[in-house]
C-alpha cells in the first residue's frame, strides 16, 4: 500500500511595517495619542529567561533536579531614520521650549569683548540687526567693518573694534525656535506598536504590541557622516495589567 505524501507549504518571514508609539501615563496608555515614528530600517525584539536550578541533598552527588525560573524578559532594539521633533525628544529623554518669534531692544555683550572675539546671540534666526557701542554719542557698528554675522546661527565675529567703546548692545527680530533640553524628561513609560507585513506571505498582517517599556536615552547620535544618518532606542518591556507583549498573525 503506497502512503500519501502530504505536502509541506513552508512558513517563511520577511518583514515591513510601521512602528507606533504611545504614552503611557498614570497607568494608562494614550492610544489617542498614537504616532508613527517614520523610516524604521531595523526592528528586533529579544527574550530571555534567568533560570536556576535545584540541587538535591540526598544522592550524594548534588544533582541538578528541577529548574528554577527567576526572570522572564522582553526586550527591543529599533533604528529610527527620521530626525522629528518628536523623535529626538524621545530619543533623549529631552522637554521641549516653544521660542516665540519676538524682537530684541538692547541684548549687552560681555564687557571684555575685542577684535577677534565671539559674541554669540541669545537666539538664532535673526534679522535686522543693528549694533551699537556704549559711548555718549553710541556709533552703530558696520557690518563688514567692524563686525560679520551669522543671522541663521546669531554668531556675531568681531573685526576691528579698537576705536569703539564696549560693552557693545544688539537690536534685532529673531524667528520661532523649538529647544529641546536633553536629558531632562522622565517618561513613565512607552506603548510601541509593530503593524508589519510578511513580504514572502503575500503580504500577510502581523502585529506586535509591547504595552508597556522603558526605553533608554540613545547612546550615539553620529552628526557628521556621509550616508543618511539614525539613531537606536533600545529598553525592555515592562509588565502591564499581566502583560508584557503580545504577537498577533492576522
Known amino acids: 500500500m503506497t502512503g500519501r505524501t502530504t505536502e509541506h507549504i513552508p512558513s517563511y518571514y520577511s518583514g515591513q511595517g ?46 541538578k533536579d528541577a529548574p528554577l525560573k527567576k ?22 529623554h529631552a522637554a521641549a521650549t ?15 569683548l575685542t577684535s577677534g572675539n565671539t559674541w554669540l546671540l541669545a537666539h538664532r534666526n535673526v534679522n535686522t540687526v543693528v549694533i551699537t557701542d556704549s559711548a555718549t554719542a553710541p ?27 564696549p560693552p557693545f548692545k544688539a537690536a534685532y527680530k529673531h524667528e520661532a525656535a523649538t529647544r529641546l533640553n536633553a536629558m531632562t524628561e ?21 502585529l506586535v504590541e509591547i504595552f508597556k517599556s522603558d526605553i533608554s536615552p540613545t547612546k550615539t547620535l553620529e552628526l557628521i557622516n556621509d550616508e543618511l544618518g539614525s539613531f537606536d532606542l533600545e529598553g525592555e518591556a515592562l509588565l502591564h495589567n499581566g502583560k508584557l507583549t503580545n504577537i498577533e498573525l492576522l
Request: proline share 3%.
Open 186 to 206: 522622565n517618561f513613565e513609560g512607552w506603548y510601541l506598536r509593530f503593524e508589519g507585513l510578511n513580504t514572502v506571505a503575500d503580504n500577510r498582517p502581523v
Open 18 to 63: 510601521k512602528l507606533r508609539i504611545a504614552p503611557v501615563k498614570g497607568g494608562v496608555i494614550q492610544f489617542k495619542d498614537l504616532r508613527w515614528v517614520g523610516n524604521v530600517p531595523e526592528l528586533s525584539i529579544d527574550t530571555e529567561i534567568e533560570v536556576g536550578f535545584h540541587k538535591e541533598s540526598w544522592s550524594g552527588m548534588r544533582a
Open 98 to 112: 516653544e521660542i516665540q518669534a519676538g524682537t530684541v531692544s538692547e541684548e549687552i555683550a560681555p564687557a571684555d
Open 139 to 165: 556709533v552703530t557698528l558696520e557690518a563688514g567693518k567692524h563686525y560679520q554675522i551669522d543671522e541663521l546661527f546669531g554668531r556675531v565675529e568681531l573685526l576691528d573694534i579698537k576705536t569703539l567703546k
Open 71 to 92: 526572570e522572564k524578559s522582553v526586550k527591543f532594539k529599533a533604528k529610527l531614520e527620521e530626525f522629528t521633533q518628536e523623535n529626538i525628544a524621545l530619543a533623549f
